[in-house]
């Protein structure tokens, strides 16, 4: 969280809506650990990681819908060799990112 | 009142340890529970019964600086609650600022480590020669150093090899709550000094909480080599891995380093 917080802390001035991804579980050999955190805004700003740039792309489309339905959604990625376009982690990891608006409750 | 994100942020930026338990599953998914170091709890889980539950565990998690996702039994229902453990930040303290601490504070910056530097000598704690550590004092380092915060988070390593300045900041160091306290010496020169702490009052117990020889046995020679020796020792220590276990994977120094 340290990592992205400067960022969270300008976005969050100049009135961007936040949403924050989370690993919550990672297994095998999963380049990030659980409490890697990616923060994205609706305008496209990245900040942070929750792979190795794997799993980014459609961490950013789920995050649009969760920013939407103001739901949170737990998302598992896991190896994708069956079908090798699929979004997937390469290094056979797996990981649960917990996706959420970056709200006040 | 706040939210708990921004709550979190905060306590993150006035270097609080803070704990961060986040519901997953259940009825309410996203639903919080923050607590942090100074007894300031916010926010609440569903039902009653997870969010007392979640709460037991907390103070024990607070300082486990851990991340991980918990499943709790609530009536037929298992909640899962992803808890996140935000220690303040690293720091190192190092006494004497010789050659090999110009090199340990690079490594330790790597680290996201707030270097402090302290020497009674001018000569060597200058911006010059540490344009890199985060403070630098010059004086006595047992008068500096209770100012510093040496709390669990705080590594001390002692380069100073001169009695007069290091016995005195190593009372300090026993003193405080230092997760890691390490010292430049030979096998001899570090069996001296613990006769001199045992003869002002110190037990067993509080000075087997120094690694001295200081570092891991990387056959290392120049300054950097036994910076980075010593920075290697302070990783395995802080990750459970006590080079002066007997099972420990990595060994300490050598008596002659």
Redesign the interface.
């Known amino acids: 969280?340290?990592d992205i917080?400067p960022d969270?802390?300008e976005w969050r001035a100049a009135g961007e809506e936040i949403a924050?991804a989370?690993?919550?579980?990672a297994s095998g050999s999963a380049p990030r650990?659980?409490?890697a955190k990616l923060a994205v805004t609706r305008t496209g700003k990245m900040s942070g990681s929750v792979s190795g740039g794997c799993v980014e792309g459609a961490v950013f489309e789920k995050a649009m819908t969760v920013l939407d339905s103001g739901?949170?959604?737990?998302v598992h990625y896991g190896i994708s060799d069956e079908l090798a376009w699929d979004v997937g982690l390469s290094c056979g990891g797996q990981i649960?990112v917990?996706i959420?608006?970056?709200?006040?409750? | 009142m706040s939210g708990i994100h921004e709550q979190l942020l905060n306590a993150i930026e006035q270097e609080h340890g803070a704990l961060l338990a986040t519901q997953i599953t259940g009825e309410r998914p996203g639903a919080k529970l923050l607590v942090l170091d100074d007894g300031h709890v916010a926010g609440e889980l569903f039902p009653a019964e997870l969010h007392d539950q979640v709460r037991a565990d907390a103070g024990r998690l607070l300082n486990s600086g851990e991340a991980t996702t918990r499943s709790y039994q609530v009536g037929d229902e298992q909640i899962d609650v992803y808890i996140e453990s935000h220690l303040p930040p690293r720091r190192m303290v190092v006494v004497g600022a010789v050659h090999t601490a110009i090199h340990l504070v690079t490594f330790a910056k790597e680290f996201d480590c707030h270097t402090t530097v302290v020497d009674a000598r001018e000569m060597f704690a200058t911006r010059e020669r540490f344009p890199h550590a985060d403070e630098l004092h010059v004086g006595w380092p047992d008068e500096i150093m209770p100012d510093l915060n040496l709390g669990p988070q705080t590594d001390i390593v002692m380069l100073a090899h001169d009695p007069k300045f290091e016995d005195p900041a190593m009372e300090v160091a026993l003193n405080s709550r230092a997760g890691y306290i390490g010292a430049m010496g030979s096998k001899s020169t570090s069996a001296d000094r613990n006769e001199r702490l045992k003869a002002r009052g110190f037990s067993d117990e509080q000075i087997a909480r120094i690694h001295g020889p200081i570092g891991l046995n990387l056959g290392g020679k120049t300054p950097p080599e036994i910076a980075l020796s010593i920075m290697a020792e302070i990783v395995a220590v802080r990750r459970g891995k006590d080079p002066r276990g007997s099972q420990s994977p990595v060994k300490p120094a050598k008596a002659d380093q």
């Open positions: 969280m340290r917080l969270i802390r924050l989370t690993v919550v579980k650990q659980a409490g739901r949170p959604e737990v649960d917990f959420e608006p970056f709200e006040d409750q």
